[in-house]
């Protein structure tokens, strides 16, 4: 089966970092892109960024030059590193595979990682 395991949100302060992880089994993503998206209560599912082996391929323009993430192949698990994190990123993330297949507003379900950050 195809399974995909987000972990690592937690809460913090304004202006501090978290690394989430989204760990996958099933199949191989080497060649593949992994998305990260977000959610907070009564807001839309919004894509994050996008990543595969090569690198960031899309980034929303809220989170440039604070958040980064990247695919490790060897682990089968890609990485979200947030710094300077706002209150603004509160939501709920999930990691999904493929998204430039995934229609707006979809990419949002499965376990997810809670992120708050306090003022």
């Known amino acids: 089966e195809v399974q995909l395991v987000e972990s690592g949100g937690g809460s913090v302060q304004a202006g501090g970092s978290l690394r989430l992880s989204c760990t996958v089994s099933?199949?191989?993503?080497?060649?593949?892109?992994m998305g990260w998206y977000r959610q907070a209560p009564e807001n839309e599912c919004e894509l994050v960024l996008s990543v595969s082996s090569d690198g960031i391929t899309y980034i929303t323009d809220s989170v440039k030059g604070r958040f980064t993430s990247s695919h490790d192949n060897a682990k089968n698990t890609v990485y979200l590193q947030m710094n300077s994190l706002k209150p603004e990123d509160t939501a709920v993330y999930y990691c999904?595979?493929?998204?430039?297949?995934?229609?707006?507003?979809?990419?949002?379900w499965g376990q997810g990682t809670q992120v708050t950050v306090s003022s």
């Open positions: 099933g199949f191989s993503f080497d060649d593949s892109e």
């Open positions: 999904a595979a493929d998204p430039g297949t995934i229609v707006v507003g979809q990419g949002c």
